[in-house]
């Protein structure tokens, strides 16, 4: 007896351990900051704004992109009084991409696209118009793919030895569909599959990319989210919590660094990032490890969320129902 517990408890996991050091791919890798060309997209205000400040305040040489040029110049001058660092602004909308490769152009080879720019319309689909769908679609994901078209062949060819990346910020909502959130989940898990196949095709480049998946973040988005969000997307989505921008974008950029293809931001985007691995590349061994061995308790606790999250659907129904009969 005690021989079949030294294997099952320390043998066992011991040869799990050389064997993920040895199977996964792509392997560990740095990725510096300080001195490079950082281009960052929705960097105006919320978590691009923070992702400008920090990654300025590191050494890095700074360029945001968004819509509004009137927004982009209070960004540079928050930045400039913050750190004395100047940063290069561009307006340009990322569904446009001749636009887009303008600016990327301007800004010259880029080190570490990194792609936080995103609208979101919490609403069901039927109340939803399609003019609110398409446009969700074309800025989450065309808008992505736009930039990354436009910034590839200067990436691939930059004389700089060092690593590249291109990160994308995703969502919570690109892990797990919530109520409410149809468009906005499609064009966010459409962004994984994306950065699934993008690893493949740059990796042999010394390009590495980084899945960024924040939680509800307070952002001046945030309120008029809130103000048109379902009561039930509220009540499911409500245990999710909210971070800061300035501590998304310090999880993020950490993330970058480090080359980690799933970044995660807190407690409960860890647990998700777990249950939700897949085939997503792992570059550490141990995290590996973590995810092979939790898969099956993860896959307990998800089917138990789906089981409040579909209660708390069933009691909201049934409520409207019981009230529109004593009326």
């Known amino acids: 007896m005690a021989d079949a517990y030294f294997f099952l408890f320390f043998l066992l996991p011991l040869l799990l351990l050389v064997v993920l050091y040895f199977l996964v791919k792509p392997r560990p890798v740095k990725i510096p900051i300080k001195n490079r060309h950082v281009f960052i997209t929705g960097g105006s205000s919320g978590i691009g704004l923070a992702l400008a400040h920090r990654a300025a305040a590191e050494g890095a040489r700074v360029s945001?992109?968004?819509r509004s040029l009137g927004k982009l110049e209070e960004a540079r001058n928050v930045i400039r009084l913050a750190t004395g660092i100047e940063v290069a602004v561009f307006a340009a909308d990322v569904r446009d991409f001749e636009a887009v490769k303008r600016a990327v152009d301007e800004a010259g080879p880029i080190?570490?696209?990194l792609l936080n720019h995103g609208v979101?319309?919490?609403?069901?689909?039927?109340?939803?118009?399609?003019s609110e769908i398409k446009f969700t679609?074309?800025?989450?994901?065309m808008g992505t793919l736009n930039l990354i078209k436009a910034a590839l062949p200067a990436m691939k060819n930059r004389k700089d030895p060092l690593p590249a990346s291109i990160a994308l910020v995703s969502s919570q909502a690109g892990q797990a569909?919530?109520?409410?959130?149809?468009?906005?989940s499609a064009s966010k898990f459409g962004l994984r599959g994306l950065a699934e196949a993008l690893q493949q095709e740059v990796i042999a480049d010394n390009i590495h990319v980084s899945l960024i998946f924040p939680p509800d973040t307070d952002t001046p988005g945030l309120a008029e989210e809130n103000r048109r969000k379902p009561e039930?997307?509220?009540?499911?989505?409500?245990s999710s919590g909210c971070m800061t921008a300035e501590k998304v974008a310090q999880k993020a950029l950490d993330g970058i660094k480090?080359?980690?293809f799933i970044v995660s931001c807190n407690l409960e985007g860890i647990a998700l990032s777990l249950a939700t691995a897949g085939l997503s590349p792992q570059r550490s061994f141990l995290m590996a490890f973590v995810e092979v061995v939790?898969?099956?308790i993860l896959r307990i606790v998800a089917l138990g969320m789906q089981w409040t999250w579909y209660g708390s659907i069933e009691k909201y129904h049934s409520q409207r129902k019981g009230s529109t009969r004593s009326s």
């Not at 679609?137 to 994901?141: T, Y």
């Not at 569909?177 to 906005?184: F, H």
């Open 120 to 130: 979101f319309v919490a609403l069901e689909l039927e109340k939803m118009e399609l």
């Open 137 to 141: 679609m074309d800025v989450n994901l």
């Open 111 to 113: 080190d570490v696209l």
């Open 64 to 66: 945001i992109l968004a």
């Open 177 to 184: 569909g919530i109520y409410g959130y149809v468009a906005y």
């Open 294 to 296: 939790a898969a099956g």
């Open 232 to 238: 039930l997307t509220k009540i499911i989505a409500a």
């Open 258 to 260: 480090s080359g980690s």
